[in-house]
């Protein structure tokens, strides 16, 4: 079932739409992002703002997908199906936020799995 943007947004929720919205601002940010930190110009958000984002971000939306399961216990069939969709379509943004910022991760921590 394919819903427009609009309908989408407002069958998750205002909040969720915000959620998904910053987590898709930070997966954004992350090529940008060079182990480096920059204070001053547009640098000062891929640098420092969206890794703090992206650390709360790792907690925030695991916590909002064991809600979704949690208020399933006691939901009626639609309303089951609709938190089914949230909790897949928030698992797909951790996913890709976890994958986009692993470069960062691996540089800032002076890892490398090849080595």
């Given at each position: 079932?394919?819903?427009s943007?609009?309908?989408?947004?407002r069958r998750?929720?205002?909040l969720?739409?915000?959620?998904?919205i910053?987590?898709i601002?930070?997966?954004?940010?992350?090529p940008f992002?060079d182990?480096?930190?920059?204070?001053?110009?547009?640098r000062?958000?891929p640098?420092v703002?969206a890794?703090?984002?992206?650390?709360?971000?790792?907690?925030?939306?695991?916590?909002?997908?064991?809600?979704?399961?949690v208020?399933m216990n006691?939901?009626?069939a639609l309303e089951?199906e609709r938190l089914?969709?949230i909790?897949?379509?928030?698992a797909i943004?951790l996913?890709?936020?976890?994958?986009?910022?692993i470069?960062?991760?691996?540089?800032?921590?002076?890892?490398s799995?090849?080595s």
């Open positions: 079932m394919f819903l943007l609009s309908s989408f947004c998750i929720g205002a969720r739409t915000g959620l998904a910053a987590t601002i930070v997966i954004a940010a992350a992002a182990g480096s930190t920059h204070m001053h110009d547009w000062l958000f640098s703002i890794p703090t984002l992206m650390m709360m971000l790792v907690f925030t939306l695991p916590l909002d997908i064991t809600m979704a399961y208020f006691d939901a009626d089951t089914q969709m909790v897949r379509f928030e943004l996913a890709l936020m976890i994958l986009s910022w470069p960062f991760i691996f540089r800032v921590l002076d890892f799995p090849l």
